[in-house]
């Protein structure tokens, strides 16, 4: 296994401190994997004054002291380094009560919650794996640290994180495991919201994620509406989408055809950002509209609803169409539509007041008189554009509105006179 050149020399600086340090955690089984870590975090005897004192010259981020994390900044890369731990007891299914810090390594990968995440390992030193995570990874099993009961109950996320690492690694959980998920599900009721919404951002984008979705519907039903009519369509037109598709799209497939207001709360409950809710759900309100087939009929959805949304929609509708055996035509219907939305958007076609090629400023020279009018005159230039009776060019859009004004009998004023 090749670790980084900075990694090494991470390993190496504590080293030269005294201290022991491996690299711990989704690296090892990442790397185990053929698959390349998202990030390298470390472990090690030092404290995090004395990981801190290990670089002089470096910025050492002070990111999680009560928990023994620091991260150390090389070439502007982040890498978390923590004092080898285990946890008290969680009283509330939430927070360990006290952190204690402990001279072993062996320890501390007993606090970590699947097999395949609680190993170690140092160039020299090689692996250390004391729970057989690497013969879980060969029978691709999620699999808890000790007993699965016991281990949810201290920390119900790990519940979902189970299901995380079944989605994005295509893992089966382990009997014992999948049981404790089955009865403990309803504790995830005392987890934080944002930790909830990370490991299901993460499930959802995972390519095993339909077979999570339609093994384990009860454990999600917090999160998502597994017991709604047609979960399973709607888990198919999920499985459907381009491998690519953004989160507010994966959402919106499962959400799709439900009461946007059950969504919203869902989703605020959740704290999405303002940006991911409204992404997920305008399609989701516009769900059944008819689909546009022609020029005007697509810029008109573009300037309503934006360019995103409408993409999104089409995507949907594809996606949903695909798996109704009867339903060749919407699905022709709705890849023609994106297909002219594509062509539509590369050509750079006006569908918003901003691409007008006149701004409020002109009309006030022509002597439009500053207030709600301006807005209305932008909005009929608008009109005229997107339905092809005027091209956005700005000769073209003041000799029409001057007209317009000379046809009104209001005649334009101009500006000082
Ligand atoms: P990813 O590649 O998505 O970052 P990861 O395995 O690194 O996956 P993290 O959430 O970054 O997952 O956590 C890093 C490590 O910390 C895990 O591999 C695991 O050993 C441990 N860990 C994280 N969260 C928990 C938890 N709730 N309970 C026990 N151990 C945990
Ligand atoms: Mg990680």
């Known amino acids: 296994m090749d670790l980084p050149v900075d990694v090494r020399a991470l390993l190496r600086a504590l080293e030269a401190g005294g ?4 690299v711990v955690g989704g690296c090892v089984r990442d790397m185990l994997m053929g698959r390349t870590p998202s990030d390298w975090d470390v472990c090690t005897d030092a404290l995090t004054g004395q990981v801190a004192a290990c670089f002089p010259g470096h910025a050492v981020l002070p990111t999680g002291e009560k928990h023994g994390t620091v991260t150390v900044v090389l070439h502007h890369q982040p890498y978390e380094v923590t004092t080898f ?11 360990p009560d006290t952190v204690r810090f402990v001279p072993g390594l062996r ?8 097999t395949v995440n609680a190993m170690a390992y140092h160039p020299d030193r090689g692996l250390v794996d004391p729970f057989g995570g690497r013969a879980d990874i060969a029978a691709h099993l999620v699999r808890c640290v000790g007993k699965p009961t016991l281990r949810f109950g201290e920390d119900a996320l790990r519940v979902l994180r189970a ?9 089966a959980l382990d009997a014992a495991t999948a049981d404790a998920v089955r009865a403990l599900h309803p504790r995830l009721a005392l987890v934080a919201a944002e ?11 995972g390519p095993a994620a339909p077979d999570v979705l339609l093994t384990y519907p009860d454990a999600l039903v917090s999160l998502l509406p597994t017991d709604a009519p047609d979960w399973r369509a709607r888990v198919a037109a999920l499985a459907r989408l381009p491998r690519e598709a953004a989160l507010p799209l994966r959402l919106a497939a499962l959400w799709a055809g439900l009461p946007a207001a059950r969504a919203q709360e869902t989703l605020a409950r959740l704290k999405y950002d303002n940006r991911t809710q409204r992404r997920t759900l305008t399609p989701l309100a516009h769900w059944g509209m008819p689909l546009p087939s022609q020029r005007p009929a697509l810029r008109r959805a573009v300037r309503g609803l934006g360019a995103d949304a409408v993409r999104d929609l089409l995507a949907l509708r594809l996606a949903f169409a695909m798996g109704d055996a009867c339903a060749g035509a919407a699905a ?9 939305l594509q062509e539509l958007l590369a050509s750079g076609a006006c569908c918003t007041r901003a691409q007008l090629a006149v701004r ?3 009309l006030l020279v022509m002597g439009v008189p500053p207030g709600p009018g301006v807005g209305r005159a932008l909005d009929a230039l608008l009109d005229e554009v997107i339905e092809e ?15 317009t004004a000379e046809k009104q009998k209001s005649p334009v004023r101009h500006g000082g006179g």
């Not at 201290?19 to 491996?22: D, E, F």
């Not at 930790?195 to 984008?205: F, I, M, N, P, W």
């Open 195 to 205: 930790r909830l919404r990370a490991e299901l951002d993460k499930l959802l984008c």
């Open 332 to 340: 022709d219907e709705a890849e023609r539509a994106a297909a002219l």
């Open 85 to 95: 731990r285990t946890e008290g007891a969680y009283s509330d299914g939430r927070h």
């Open 163 to 171: 299901l995380r690492f079944a989605a994005v690694l295509g893992f």
């Open 19 to 22: 201290y022991a340090a491996w």
């Open 389 to 403: 009776r005027l091209p956005n060019a700005r000769g073209a859009l003041l000799a029409w509105l001057q007209k």
């Open 360 to 362: 409020g400023d002109d």
């Open 107 to 114: 320890e501390d990968l007993s606090r970590r919650d699947f």
